[in-house]
């Protein structure tokens, strides 16, 4: 059976593809990427796809991610992406767009099965929380490596709202903050989220797990939790979506 997938992983400023070997966690060619459209709605995001496609002379299977919950194929939710989301059928929207059949998951379920199946997620077992910070606050859980898909808890509620309005890097940007004074913030989100659900291990991944900027506040983080930082980052979402679609065409 062939298990090269094309992944594509949507995100606010750009959208990103290459053809991935399912079984290594490779991609198979340089990755491609278009910048997001900046009114991103779906039928504006769904040309970019196939754009994508048609870059790589794509006819076989497509796994992508989208910010937003996902249930069967339908999106749930649209906190940072454009209303028009709400209720679209993406995978059927996608598959006619592509000619290609399409899977279509959250974006930090990508990142996280990515991690579990090839990165530093692979030899954790229990409970497991992939948490991606950005523009949002993304969430994948995994109980022994096997996910549990479509948490939110970039909404579990801090000082009154979201958690991700008050301790995203956006956040941090917006306001400002010192590595130290976001820290603090993101500690009482990583305190929040262990009195909850007592993980076993939290693996950080998005933009604040690159090395350098982990280096500016890993040492203001405390938890009873195994912290991790991912370090898959540029690829996590095409490779996990890739997978995710491979498992998807298997079972179907
Ligand atoms: C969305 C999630 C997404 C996260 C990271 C949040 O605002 O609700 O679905 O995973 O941002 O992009």
Known sequence: MNLDVLGIDIGGTGIKGAPVNTKTGELIAERFRIPTPQNATPAAIADVVAQIARHFNWTGPIGCTVPARVEHGLVRTASNIHADWIDTQVEELFSN???????????????????????????????????????????????????????????????????????????RVKEDLSWKRWARRFQKYLDRLEFLFAPDHIIIGGGISRPSKVKSYSKYLATRAGLHFSLLENEAGIIGAACAAASNQKES
């Open 97 to 171: 767009k592509t000619g290609c059949p399409t899977s279509v998951l959250n974006d930090a379920d990508a990142a996280g099965v990515a991690s579990i199946t090839f990165g530093l997620g692979s030899s954790l077992t229990g409970l497991v929380f992939f948490i991606t910070v950005g523009t949002g606050i993304g969430s994948a859980m995994f109980f022994n490596r096997v996910l549990i898909p479509g948490t939110e808890l970039g909404h579990l509620r801090l000082k009154g709202d979201a958690a991700e309005l008050y301790a995203s890097d956006r956040a």
